[in-house]
Structures are given as structure tokens and as C-alpha cells.
């Protein structure tokens, strides 16, 4: 089953935009029966998760050796395990090969959007205020349109889930309308985990993606610099 961001935007896809079942697939790069799968399901069902074993299992120390000879692309291990007996499928050989492959060096992102096409967020830290007797942290929400450097900034006193979607509402009113996805970084009220496919967003917040149409996405853990231009505002 996939996430529940992604089970959204399946929704999304085909009842707001009625896309057709091959058209949702190649669009968010899942395998038309699991579209199905989804159009098919009153709710979400989240995975129970617990390893089977896998037809590839027998040959990891095969493919290992492979790569350390070679840096070889999951198709040619693919076509060269078949011959050697592996009977299983190509994608779960292509998650493993990406799995243990080292990275041949560091990647880093280009910040380049189109109008309208992302905003990043982010919470900053503003010392403390005196309200009352009591001495509150303060905090700052800040929204930044990639394209334009346009800047929302609110003052809070919580970081919290209410807070947190309050201020992507307020920001979206600021700017008269929304971008088709918004970046953020891993705090517990935007995504819950990482996973080796995909983030696993906070229910709530991916309903107000689904809510408002757009795609939630999520830093790499410990890669600020993908999201760059809310930083700058923060500063």
C-alpha cells in the first residue's frame, strides 16, 4: 500500500482532476494496480509492516559482488542474476541495488522554480517575550515563494499542529493563492518518519495539502540546504 500523502493525492487526481487509472500512474510513478488498489478502497488502510521473504534474498551476496567489480546499473545485475537462476521481479532488485549502492559523491539540489510552482517553510526560534508573570518561548512561521522571495512571516507561541496549519492558511490568504507544492523540513508536525521510498507526512497536514492541492515534500534528514531560500528569511 503507499502513504497516506500519496493515497490523497491518488483521490485528488482522479476525482478533482478525473484522471484515468494510467494517467494517475504515470504521474506520480506507481504501478497501475496499485491505483487501482487505492480507487478501490473506501479509506486508508495503513501497511502492516513485517518482512516476507523475497525471491531475491538468495542472491544479495551475488549482487554485491557484481557491484564491487563493476558499477553496474540494476538492469545488466538484473539480466545477469536471470541467467543464474533469480526468477523474482526487477523492481525489488532495483530498490535493493539502491539500497546498498554507495553514492559516488555528494548530490546537492539547484534551487530553480517557476512562478507559482513552490514555497518553502520553516520555524524559527526568536528568543522569549514576557506575557504576564510568564516568560514564553517565541517562535516565527515563515512561508517564502521559491520564485519571487515573497515572505510571510507570524509570530507564535507554540510550535504546534494548530499553529502550524493556521499559518500555511494565513500565508496562502497573504499571497492569494497557493503553489503547487510547499518544502519543509522534518519537524514532527509536517512528517511523522522517513522511509526508504518516500516521507511518511502527519495526517493532518497532508489533509490540508489535499485540502488546498498541493504536494507536501520533504527535506532529505540533515540536508537544510534544499530548502535555502526560508532559511535566508530566518536569519
Aim: charged share 25%.
Amino acid at each position: 500500500m503507499t502513504g497516506y500523502e500519496t493515497y490523497q493525492r491518488i483521490k485528488v487526481l482522479s476525482e478533482r482532476d478525473r484522471l484515468t487509472v494510467s494517467q494517475i500512474a504515470c504521474e506520480l510513478g506507481l504501478s497501475r494496480p496499485t491505483v487501482r488498489k487505492v480507487l478501490g478502497s473506501v479509506k486508508y488502510l495503513p501497511l502492516k509492516r513485517g518482512r516476507r521473504a523475497s525471491k531475491l534474498d538468495a542472491f544479495h551476496d551475488t549482487v554485491k559482488r557484481h557491484l564491487e567489480r563493476h558499477q553496474y546499473s540494476a538492469v545488466q545485475i538484473f539480466r545477469m542474476i536471470k541467467e543464474e537462476g533469480y526468477v523474482g521481479g526487477e523492481g525489488i532488485l532495483r530498490e535493493y541495488v539502491a539500497q546498498i549502492r554507495p553514492p559516488s559523491q555528494t548530490a546537492y539540489l539547484t534551487l530553480n522554480f517557476s512562478p507559482g510552482e513552490a514555497a518553502q517553510v520553516d520555524f524559527g526560534s526568536c528568543g522569549t517575550i514576557c506575557v504576564g508573570e510568564r516568560r514564553l518561548r517565541l517562535s516565527v512561521f515563515v512561508m517564502t515563494l521559491c520564485h519571487s522571495r515573497m515572505l510571510y512571516a507570524e509570530f507564535i507561541l507554540r510550535q504546534n499542529m494548530e499553529h502550524f496549519l493556521q499559518c500555511h492558511r494565513n500565508a496562502f490568504e497573504y499571497f492569494g493563492g497557493v503553489t503547487s507544492k510547499v518544502i519543509v523540513d522534518n519537524c514532527k508536525v509536517a512528517v511523522d518518519s522517513h522511509s526508504m521510498r518516500e516521507p511518511v507526512v502527519n495526517r493532518h497536514y497532508a489533509d490540508l495539502a489535499s485540502h488546498y492541492g498541493f504536494k507536501v515534500v520533504a527535506c532529505g534528514i540533515r540536508k537544510p540546504f534544499e530548502k535555502g531560500y526560508v532559511k535566508l528569511g530566518i536569519m
